[in-house]
């Protein structure tokens, strides 16, 4: 997309609202649903100190607590609450109500645990304030499923394990990238081999070694006449050298007629092109009307590739071309990655899968876009499933998957029917990314369901915050996972300049223009590029990457293609 006929109206536009978007997580306290009365100061309600009984009750729920604690266990005993006098604890105050901890900070165990690492929010224990379905449960309530590896219920726990480290709120979007690419790589990559019919767009396991010279013999590179000695050269009227022909031997002094791609006669000086030569059919002599240069004209075997040779390294993806090259080198089938496969799921009671919105009801953007943006990526995607905002639709859904990845629209907020975070702790979850300091789109989250389970990407509902995770996690990952190389990082100039986030990542659609009377080229800021918008997005050739503080005019700034976008400018590729 040149971004001709573009208005200066379609370029960024500063007076935009950015960060009021509904895409900020902060917010007030989460109480326990009445599990237990809380004085000021986040005491526990009153205590009658010089009362024996009391002391004693108290000294019994801090054992409890302690006990839980040392087990990891996020359930608590009914009327429990684990808030007291003795200490903070994660869970009733700003930014950790809401399972966030301030920048740069892990969430921590019990009382008495600020300084050490806690327990993993999603390693048998939910790090949410708020009642869990699947957590808190009541006495008489089904016990929920334990985590693998758990003891069985009833069984002491042995010496547990050391909790692992709690993920970081927030990760720069740098890291983010790296943690969600690191996830792609870190298991063994299965090999499968392909029909070259079947093979185009997986990645090659293998490097693509040849498995015969090319061309496999010497052969003719025009249509015309193949020599032998000095001329000029007698000939036979009716003999003649097609493509496919056997090999045969050209007696010095003597010419043959000889078709493109035919194999060259042993012996053969040169190959003179019709157009540059003269028969006499009187005599039947051949004459050449330029000098002749020894080997003209013939291209001799292994000028491409000698067997053995390397024609293209692992990870390259197969396109039309290398499939051409594989079958020139003697391939039938090709070995491949498979590529991963990957299950849509789509939060929100509030959207409509067809016609126009009404009475607070929406269309549904984010089911169209993602299974052919993530094919785009690589991925066989199933059709997407509409869940709604149904806590034990998504976990039936995410138990029963058999997909290398799962992507989630929505939900993964903290509000009362944001429901991914509190399944994924009941399914024993190990949280990967827990929020990207970037906008929009920062409430993203990376997940692994188990060990050698699936991956979960939770996106954000808003669809240019979507948008925002699909390429700060889900593409890095399913890369990893295909085996394809990682995107190249490139920067361009941007003319005008873009605001950014006092403290996060931007990411803000852009198009290629190209430069003017000698300037460079360039790329320029689309306007329409606050979290529930799309406009801008579908008219962009890639997003740029704006630093906290945001940049002036003329500024270099990285570039993240759309994998539809035409090559820019200012960019060559080659697939070796």
């Known amino acids: 997309m040149t971004g001709d006929g573009l208005s200066g109206s379609d370029l960024f536009d500063g007076g935009d609202d950015l960060f009021g978007d509904g895409d900020d997580l902060s917010g007030g306290d989460v109480s326990r649903g009445g599990n ?16 024996a009984e009391a002391r004693a009750a108290e000294a019994e729920e801090l054992a409890v607590e302690q006990a839980l604690a040392l087990v990891g266990s996020g359930s608590q005993a009914p009327g429990h609450d684990r808030t007291r006098a003795t200490g903070p604890t994660p869970g009733r105050s700003g930014d950790q109500a809401n399972g966030r901890a301030p ?48 003891p069985p219920t009833g069984q002491p726990a042995s010496a547990p394990a050391p909790a692992p480290r709690s993920p970081v709120m927030d990760l720069p979007w740098e890291r983010a990238r790296a943690v969600a690419a690191r996830a792609g790589r ?34 003719s590179a025009m ?48 190959v003179i092109r019709s157009e540059h ?168 989250l990376l997940a692994r369901l188990s060990p050698d389970g699936p991956h979960l990407v939770g996106l954000p509902g808003n669809p240019l915050a979507a948008v925002s995770g699909l390429l700060t996690l889900a593409e890095p990952l399913l890369a990893g996972l295909a085996g394809r190389p990682a995107q190249d990082a490139y920067r361009a ?27 460079r080229d360039h790329v320029a800021p689309l306007r329409y590029n606050g979290p529930a918008m799309l406009r801008g997005i579908a008219a962009a050739d890639g997003l740029a990457v704006v630093p906290a503080g945001g940049v002036r005019s003329g500024t270099e700034v990285e570039i993240l293609d759309l994998p539809w976008a035409p090559a820019t400018p200012w960019t060559e590729g080659c697939f070796t």
């Open 36 to 51: 237990s009365a809380t004085g000021p100061a986040g005491t526990t309600g009153p205590t009658t100190p010089d009362s």
């Open 103 to 150: 920048r740069g900070q892990t969430l921590t165990g019990g009382a008495g645990a600020a300084d050490e690492p806690g327990p993993s929010p999603y390693a048998g224990s939910s790090p949410y304030a708020g009642p869990s379905p699947y957590t808190d449960s009541a006495p008489d309530s089904p016990a929920p499923a334990a985590a693998p590896g758990s």
């Open 186 to 219: 870190g298991g063994p990559r299965a090999v499968v081999r392909l029909a070259l019919d079947r093979a185009l767009g997986h990645v090659l396991a293998e490097p693509l070694g040849a498995l015969t010279d090319l061309p496999p013999f010497d052969t």
């Open 223 to 270: 249509d015309g006449w193949a020599v032998a000695g000095p001329g000029p050269w007698t000939y036979d009227e009716g003999a003649g050298l097609l493509a496919g022909g056997r090999d045969a031997r050209l007696p010095d002094g003597t010419a043959v007629r000889i078709a493109t791609g035919a194999r060259t006669p042993a012996d053969t000086t040169a």
């Open 277 to 444: 030569a003269h028969a006499d059919a009187a005599r039947r002599l051949l004459s050449t009307r330029r000098p002749l240069v020894t080997g003209q004209d013939i291209r001799p075997r292994g000028q491409e590739c000698r067997t053995g040779d390397q024609l293209a390294p692992a990870g390259t993806v197969v396109t039309p071309a290398v499939l051409g090259l594989a079958a020139a080198a003697g391939y039938d089938a090709l070995p491949a990655v498979p590529r991963p496969r990957v299950d849509v799921l789509v939060l929100g009671d509030e959207l409509l899968a067809s016609g126009l919105p009404h009475d607070g009801l929406i269309r549904d953007a984010l089911g169209p876009m993602l299974a052919p943006w993530l094919r785009a990526l690589g991925a066989e995607v199933s059709a997407p499933r509409r869940l709604g905002d149904d806590a034990e639709a998504l976990r039936t859904a995410l138990a029963s998957s058999d997909a290398d990845v799962i992507v989630t629209t929505g939900g993964t907020a903290s509000g009362p029917v944001d429901h991914v975070h509190p399944v994924l702790a009941a399914l024993g979850a190990e949280l990967l990314v827990h929020g990207v300091a970037v906008r929009p789109g920062h409430p993203m």
């Open 493 to 519: 100039l941007v003319h005008a300049d873009v605001p950014g986030h006092p403290h996060d990542t931007r990411l803000v659609p852009v198009v290629h223009r190209a430069g003017r009377a000698g300037g």
